[in-house]
């Protein structure tokens, strides 16, 4: 019988070793990551609102993605006076072929994602001032917002100064904000995706 009890022990002794073992083990879950989006070609897109085929290009280029190179401009913005563009893009990584449609991925996680602006002071009658990159309720006009009635900036309007402007600029950053993206989040809030800033002449 005593036998019987120290086999027992044994046993016993043995089992809690192993749910103590089981327990250690145990690893929690990796916490999420919200990666930046892998871009290496940026294109902006003034079209003349009263003359779709009056279009004015602006690019930007990574050709390794997220390697050692940053997207670097490849040339200035130049619009005419007095008048009104429809700003959207084309944004892509072509690392791999066919290339990815970026931009069809900030549209489907729109709720993520926010674009923010600066640019020569009232280089534009509208929207008024410098930008919103400084403080995110200056004046700017985004033509789309997310399901939550959030701005988007995919699409947005700019109307040029009657006055000529010559090496201004002109910048634009992609917010990438899970989680983060309110009424009222700005500029520094979330990862950026691109911070780009292109020379700006108004004719």
């Not at 009222?184 to 002449?201: I, K, Q």
Request: some cysteine; hydrophobic content about 35%; proline content about 4%.
């Amino acid at each position: 019988m005593k036998q019987f009890r120290n086999y027992g022990l044994i046993a016993m002794t043995i089992a809690g070793i192993a749910i103590t073992s089981c327990k250690k083990e145990e690893v929690a879950p990796p916490a999420e990551e919200n990666e930046v989006e892998v871009i290496t070609d940026v294109k902006l897109v003034f079209t003349n609102a009263s003359d779709p085929a009056d279009v004015v290009e602006a690019n930007a280029q990574d050709p390794d993605g997220s390697g050692a190179q940053s997207l670097a401009i490849l040339n200035d913005i130049n619009l005419d006076i007095n008048k009104t563009y429809i700003l959207t893009y084309e944004i892509a990584n072509n690392l791999d072929s066919p290339g990815e449609d970026i931009g069809a991925e900030i549209l489907e996680e729109d709720d993520e994602h926010q674009f923010f602006f600066s640019f020569s002071n009232d280089a534009f009658t509208n929207p008024t001032g410098d930008g919103n990159v400084d403080t995110a309720s200056d004046p700017l006009d985004y033509n789309d917002q997310d399901d939550n009635g959030f701005p988007v900036g995919l699409s947005t309007t700019w109307v040029t100064s009657g006055t000529q402007l010559s090496a201004g600029t002109f910048n634009v950053r992609l917010q990438h904000q899970p989680g983060v993206k309110t009424a009222t989040s700005g500029a520094n809030d979330g990862d950026t995706d691109f911070d780009l800033t292109f020379v700006l002449n108004i004719q």
